[in-house]
């Protein structure tokens, strides 16, 4: 996956978890395309500090997701949906009960994820 993509789906899970003046610059950096040096001036701090900041952030959200796995789990999902999808469409053509089945299976083991 693509590293601003990564980062973005990690905000997205658990960027509540960070402090306000965490969020702010993280938010900045991924969201905002903002550079180091916006950033830092903006925030009144060095273009290292920002940076370091910005690595501490990935640390803590990459930490969560070794724990939590919700990323993880929602690509998972995200997956199967789209093969769901899929599978519905190719259903629709042949009407194959074997595609119907497929379908039961991925849906009964999304069931089962959550």
Do not use: P, W
């Not at 980062?7 to 180091?36: C, I, K, P, T």
């Amino acid at each position: 996956m693509e590293e601003k993509l990564e980062q973005a789906y990690l905000y997205d899970f658990y960027g509540e978890l960070l402090n306000e003046h965490q969020r702010q610059v993280y938010e900045d950096f991924v969201f905002n395309d903002l550079s180091l040096g916006e950033i830092a001036s903006e925030e009144g701090i060095s273009r290292q500090g920002v940076a370091d900041l910005i690595k501490r952030c990935n640390k803590k959200l990459l930490d969560y997701e070794a724990k939590l796995h919700l990323v993880e789990k929602f690509m998972s999902i995200k997956s199967d949906i789209r093969r769901i999808h899929e599978l519905t469409n190719d259903f629709k053509k042949s009407h194959n009960e074997l595609l119907m089945n497929e379908i039961e299976a991925i849906s009964n083991q999304i069931l089962e994820e959550l």
